[in-house]
């Protein structure tokens, strides 16, 4: 098994900026992507951005040019710095691992943390 924790979350005014952070730890594998998700009251799920072994990145259009994916593998850790931040960014952010490539039902899931964007 392999356990997600998720720190970092708060709350901010539109414009300002936060960092999540994913610590990783448990069991390890050889290939895997880590993803960021997030969901909103009455909105479903959705993903935000992920990152590969390989250092391949990708995201969600909205987000692109103001959120960054990064991995620090010595602390088996991958951060999304979220900067520009929009009230349409208020969500709850979870942090998820695919084992081999990204899947839209991840093998492992973080407990969450709560972005909160004021106007």
């Known amino acids: 098994q392999a356990q997600l924790v998720e720190s970092g979350g708060g709350s901010v005014q539109a414009g300002g900026s936060l960092r999540l952070s994913c610590a990783a730890s448990?069991?390890?594998?050889?290939?895997?992507?880590i993803g960021w998700l997030r969901q909103a009251p009455g909105n479903e799920r959705e993903f935000v951005a992920s990152?590969?072994?390989?250092?391949?990145?990708f995201y969600r259009d909205s987000v692109k040019g103001r959120f960054s994916i990064s991995r620090d593998e010595a602390k088996n850790t991958v951060y999304l710095q979220m900067n520009s931040l929009k009230p349409e960014d208020t969500a709850a952010y979870y942090c998820?691992?695919?084992?081999?490539?990204?899947?839209?039902?991840?093998?492992?899931w973080g407990q969450g943390t709560q972005v909160t964007v004021s106007p």
């Open positions: 448990g069991r390890t594998f050889s290939r895997y992507v």
């Open positions: 990152i590969g072994m390989g250092g391949n990145t």
């Open positions: 998820a691992l695919s084992l081999w490539s990204w899947s839209p039902t991840p093998n492992y």
